[in-house]
């Protein structure tokens, strides 16, 4: 099966300005997360969906951040304005979701955006 | 507040010289406990889940790890390592029910592994 692609891989701004990400997950997977991971430190969630609906947005930024999946496939997460400490990998994630007896499924990670703010 | 401790930061081993990265866990409730690994300029990779049952987990390449309750432990081993074992190795926690965010992944800093041949 095919993965979780994302895109660009690279992305090089400076502070203030906005840019946006983009991911496609594995064809079926209902839930959807955006992980931000920062140079020496594990992935942090961002944001949950589940189809189009928003499940925990908790640790998202709100006033910079902003993410949405219009139609439960394709996902976006922007950052406007961008700040120093944004610079991450931005790592987006799919998974089927929980099932009865067998509990939450594995998430698959795609190769995620490297991010540098000049 | 819910977390996941890798013990190393860094380990540096010999080839055919035996692992255990250490995780700890905290996190009320039930668990599914998961490592993760990623190979230089690749993805995050799973290496093995436990959901339930059998505390002792077999996963890809050789790696196996140990659920202990009473220790809020899962950490990984492998008997052997090779060369092409270096990478860095992520515990990771989900809450074990339906629903909301138990299905967030709570994840340790990392342990960079490094295997001279």
């Known amino acids: 099966e095919a993965g979780v692609a994302q895109s660009p891989r690279y992305k090089i701004i400076e502070k203030r300005q906005s840019v946006a990400f983009w991911c496609n997950p594995i064809?079926?997977?209902?839930?959807l997360y955006w992980y931000q991971q920062i140079l020496g430190q594990g992935p942090k969630l961002l944001i949950q969906?589940?189809?189009?609906?928003?499940?925990?947005d908790s640790q998202l930024p709100k006033d910079r951040f902003s993410a949405e999946r219009l139609k439960g496939v394709d996902s976006t997460l922007k950052i406007q304005p961008a700040k120093l400490e944004d610079s991450a990998v931005y790592l987006c994630a799919s998974s089927s979701g929980w099932w009865a007896g067998r509990g939450n499924q594995p998430q698959h990670f795609g190769d995620g955006t490297r991010l540098s703010i000049l | 507040a819910q977390s996941v401790s890798q013990h190393n930061h860094h380990v540096i081993l010999s080839e055919a010289a035996s692992l255990e990265l250490g995780c700890n866990y905290s996190?009320?409730?039930?668990?599914?406990l998961f490592w993760y690994v990623q190979y230089p300029g690749q993805h995050l990779q799973l290496l093995l889940k436990?959901?339930?049952?059998?505390?002792l987990v077999k996963g890809i390449k050789g790696f196996e790890a140990e659920f202990i309750k009473s220790k809020f432990s899962f950490n990984l081993r492998k008997p052997s390592v090779q060369w092409s074992d270096t990478a860095e190795y992520f515990c990771?926690?989900?809450?074990?029910?339906?629903?909301?965010?138990?299905?967030?992944?709570?994840f340790g800093k990392g342990t960079k592994l490094s295997v001279k041949p």
């Open positions: 990771a926690v989900t809450g074990g029910g339906y629903g909301g965010s138990q299905g967030n992944l709570i």
């Open positions: 064809s079926g997977h209902a839930t």
């Open positions: 436990y959901f339930s049952g059998d505390p």
């Open positions: 969906f589940q189809n189009n609906g928003v499940v925990d």
């Open positions: 996190y009320g409730g039930t668990v599914n």
